[in-house]
Nanobody
């Protein structure tokens, strides 16, 4: 069974850092582009970042550009999202998702497989 599992969320103060991990099981991660999405209470899910199969192409939403870095280690079947200089508005549930498309973009409809999410709370 294809499965994605996020980890690394938690409570952090503004200006702090977290690294999220997205581990795949039941399939080879390097066959998929991986996206990161987040959903804040009362808001729609938004695409934060995505990385192509080979890691040659990455995308960041304007709201996180310069602060977040997506990377992947296909040998470990894991994708990471390094989040620095966190702000309260970064609070939400973060999901990783897999897409078989070569260039899926940040829209959630391009992604077929989803993790269960991990909570990130940025607060003093």
């Amino acid at each position: 069974q294809l499965q994605l599992v996020e980890s690394g969320g938690g409570l952090v103060q503004p200006g702090g850092s977290l690294r999220l991990s997205c581990a795949a099981s039941g399939f080879t991660l390097d066959d998929y582009a991986i996206g990161w999405f987040r959903q804040a209470p009362g808001k729609e899910r938004e695409g934060v970042s995505w990385i192509s199969r080979s890691a040659r192409i990455t995308y960041y939403a304007d709201s996180v550009k310069g602060r977040f870095t997506v990377s992947r280690d296909n040998a470990k079947n894991t994708v990471y999202l390094q989040m620095n200089s966190l702000k309260p508005e970064d609070t939400g549930v973060y999901y990783c998702a897999g897409s078989a498309e070569i260039i899926p973009g940040p829209a959630s409809r391009a992604y077929n497989y989803w993790g269960q999410g991990t909570q990130v709370t940025v607060s003093s």
